[in-house]
């Protein structure tokens, strides 16, 4: 602003200096003209009152002295008189001379001069050369005036006059020079009251004037109501530049007020794409079709390239006259709010994209049960157009055995405002009445002040699992009867079967002791041998029933130390060891590991139990231990191996099978070849391995491993436990 | 039946429909010289008139209370479980004794008749042998070690 001020006063100061300077000048000039005018009439008028006194001087002396000394001597007479006359006079002037010449020869020839002459006269100029240029004019015959050169070379300003009677030419001059001083000194000393006038003037205005100091204040308060208000203000001028513009105009573009001024609005600061409209607007306004514009929306380009969008307003400006001299407008920066609304919409549009492509059905529902909103899906697992639904209400729409349940869960879900979601299976009904089962997914959308606004619904189809649930509860049910089945088989095996063998025996025991001494020794030796068979039978039933047991009955499965569970079977077998000197070796401690404990019992039994019978060798051994894998150390091998009398390899194969035995009856113990049999159940059940190495002589390893789980437990027996809780025996 | 009164709280009332095994039991007593006396039932009824006094055991004196009851489980009729369940039920029963003796040897029964009030349950061994030791243990225990409550008589 203070540039522009100084910018405006040097001009100011520079068109008047000029101005005056000019006008001076030209004054000057023209006093000089006339100046030079009034010099000329003077000097001529000297040189022809000279000529015409000498004239008739000489006509005097002519008639009255007689030219007896003839013409020249009256010629000279003449001149040497007037000459004379002129020596004590001060014509004019400081440089003014007053010349007589006369031509002789090729020479002019000067008889008269002033100062200037005096000491050297006559002087003798060629007539060729150029000085004494008005007497060259004068003795050529000619009268006038002249500013040349003199026969000093000076330029003078002269009158020259041909006194023909006489034949000498007169000269009035004076030294141009000498005209001229006076204008000189006139001039330098205007120039300088000028300069002095036209500094002291616009230091003046500039500092002073208060009508330019109340401009100023009044344009610095308009700038300052714009600057505070809001919204960015501009005002153009009739051609569409920028005149004015406030502070948030500025930082909305981004610019300096002092390079924004004077810019055209549309092209520099309208972005591309808005300029022609923004351009046409500005024309509407400009031209006076419209008074007022408002809510235009045109995007702002900013300095540095970016571009703000704003909501303008404009409207005329106009001088008294009426004559629109501009346009005022003004501008909200509305960014932000576009790209919200954007967002928004675009937040919407993926929403409702989701909302209708969903996979799943999903309905908001008033919390009077209304459908407010349903998705394509929802409409597509109840077979109803949307339109249909939206007059339906969700109680409508739900099965009857459900409706009251519903209910009570959405009004739960309302009542407690720190449950979010409830799901449950329930049925709906379609439009051709046939029911649905969905998993229903229930949450609460609430308002600012925690009021259920509506529920959000989602229903997923599960017509088809609840399908096969049903199938499979039928499958289940079919096993679990069918496992009863089997169960009461066993139970028959073991009870049923057994009574009547041990009626065999005890009657074979009466008998014997009865009837003993009636039989004989062969009677006796068979129905002794009748009672022991029995007996075997009973053997066999029972370890059928724990065979069959084993597959049936849920694991316990936990952490176990097997140390002490070899411990508790080798002291349950400990009399049996002892008598046969069997050495139990345990060459390491032994792993605690995670299994069903009585099982596992089992299992140590059975195999101890097969190393300590099948061998001959005078020191028995039986070696218990645990074994890694080379290549996975977590894998535990556990091992159970003797120095008996071994398996035969093609025998290796059928240990595991059962009520097989290798030997008869009478050799080596009265096994029922269950054994092993129940063993290779119970590692399976425990999800492992058993397997058997053996050297016919040498001695047998049996290995086995396990999966180490605590819900090994989950078996089928547990769905029938549940399910036949009820069963009475 | 006469009542012996020195033998009264001496009685032993056996639950059994299989006559070799009643014949076991007494053969057992007679070898080991206990002269408790045995009275038999042949069925869960007629334990239950007997423990109840009624039809042929209405009679004053025809039941004497029993010390100790040996029950089978698998009987004709009502069975041993009911028997066991409605004497344990009962007030004036549910002091006496229950030994259960039976083949069978599934855990199933064995929790049930526990989970009933059975005071024992023995599996009846396969031989006689095993069956005589089983008794005489039984005897030796049940009358010889524990006391009994002195209602018996009632």
Known sequence: ?729 | MTINQAELGRYILLVEDSDVDYETVLRAFRKGNLNNPVIRCEDGDEALDYLYRRNQFAALGAAPRPALVLLDLNLPGTDGREVLEEMKSDEYLKDIPVIVMTTSSDQRDVERCYKYGANSYVAKPVSFEGYMEAVQRLHSYWFDTVMLPDSMSG
């Open chain 1, 1 to 729: 602003m203070k540039s522009d001020k100084q910018k405006a006063a040097i001009v100011s100061v520079v068109v008047l200096t000029v101005a005056l300077c000019g006008l001076m000048s030209m004054t000057l000039w023209l006093l000089y003209r006339t100046t030079l005018r009034l010099e000329q009439q003077r000097l001529q008028e000297i040189v022809h009152s000279h000529a015409v006194l000498i004239e008739e001087f000489f006509h005097v002396q002519e008639q009255f002295f007689k030219p007896s000394a003839g013409q020249e001597q009256t010629l000279e007479s003449v001149l040497t008189s007037v000459l004379n006359s002129h020596l004590h006079k001060q014509c004019f002037g400081k440089s003014g001379e007053f010349l007589i010449a006369r031509q002789e020869n090729e020479n002019i020839i000067f008889w008269s001069g002033q100062e200037h002459l005096s000491n050297s006269l006559p002087l003798s100029v060629p007539k060729q050369s150029s000085l004494a240029e008005p007497m060259r004019l004068a003795l050529s015959g000619k009268n006038g005036t002249i500013a040349g050169t003199d026969y000093r070379g000076k330029t003078v300003l002269a009158a020259f006059r041909w006194v023909p009677e006489m034949h000498i030419g007169l000269v009035a001059k004076i030294d141009l020079a000498e005209v001229r001083q006076p204008l000189l000194r006139t001039t330098a000393t205007a120039s300088g009251i000028v300069l002095l006038l036209i500094l002291g003037g616009s230091a003046v205005i500039l500092r002073f004037n208060p009508f330019l100091h109340r401009l100023e204040e009044e344009k610095s308060r308009a700038q300052n109501y714009l600057d505070i208000a809001g919204a960015m203000i501009a005002v153009l001028d009739k051609y569409g530049r920028l005149k004015l513009i406030n502070r948030q105009g500025c930082e909305m573009l981004g610019g300096q007020q002092e390079g924004l001024i004077g810019l055209f609005w549309v092209e520099h600061c309208i972005q591309f794409d808005d300029r022609q409209r923004g351009s046409s607007i500005l024309q509407l306004l400009l031209s006076g079709t419209k008074e007022q514009v408002d809510g235009i929306e045109l995007q702002v380009q900013r300095v540095d390239g970016t571009s703000r969008i704003i909501e303008w307003s404009g409207r005329t400006l106009r001088d008294r006259n009426e004559q629109i001299i501009g346009v005022i407008c003004s501008g909200a920066d509305v960014t932000e709010r576009r790209q919200s609304e954007q967002s928004l919409h675009d937040a919407k549009e993926a929403f409702q994209a989701t909302f209708e492509q969903a996979a799943v059905g999903i309905a908001h529902v008033a919390p009077d049960g209304r459908l407010l909103r349903i998705n394509r899906k929802f409409c597509t697992i109840l077979g109803y157009t949307q339109d249909e639904l939206l007059k339906k209400t969700i109680q409508e729409i739900t099965h009857p055995k459900h409706v009251e349940h519903s209910y009570a869960k959405a009004k739960e879900l309302a009542a407690k405002p720190d449950l979010t979601t409830y799901a449950m299976e329930k049925q709906y009904l379609r439009r051709d009445s046939s029911a649905v089962w969905v998993n229903h997914t229930v949450s609460l959308v609430r308002d600012g002040q925690g009021r259920p606004q509506y529920y959000i619904s989602v229903i997923e189809d599960i017509q088809a699992r609840k399908e096969i649930e049903v199938a499979l509860g039928e499958r289940t049910e079919l096993l679990v009867r069918s496992n009863k089945e089997l169960d009461d088989f066993a139970y028959i095996a073991s009870h049923d079967l057994k009574e009547p063998l041990r009626g065999i025996m005890s009657y074979s025991t009466f008998i014997l002791e009865d009837y003993g001494e009636k039989l004989g020794g062969d009677g006796r030796d068979r129905l002794k041998v009748m009672g022991d068979l029995a007996g075997r039978l009973a053997n066999l039933t029972d370890d059928l029933l724990s065979f069959s047991r084993v597959g049936r009955l849920a694991l316990a499965c936990h952490q176990v130390d097997l140390n002490q569970l070899v411990a508790d079977v080798l002291a349950t077998l400990r009399v049996g060891l002892e008598e046969d000197k069997v050495d139990v070796r345990i060459p390491k401690v032994l792993p605690t590991i995670v299994c069903d404990a009585v099982r596992m019992r089992e299992v140590y039994y059975n195999l101890i139990t097969n190393a300590a019978r099948y061998n001959d060798k005078e020191e028995k051994w039986i070696e218990i231990g645990v074994l890694h894998r080379w290549n996975d150390l977590e894998q535990q091998i556990f091992y159970v191996c003797d120095n008996g009398i071994g398996i035969r390899e093609r025998h290796l194969s059928k240990v595991f099978t059962m009520f097989k035995r290798l030997h008869s009856g009478n050799k080596y113990g009265h096994g029922t070849g269950a054994g092993l049999a129940i063993v290779k159940k119970i590692i399976e059940r425990h999800e492992g391995n058993i397997w058997v190495e053996s050297e016919e002589g040498e001695g047998t390893a049996f290995f086995f491993t396990i999966v180490q789980k605590s819900d090994c437990g989950v078996w089928l027996e547990n769905i029938a436990d549940e399910s036949s809780a009820g069963i009475s025996l």
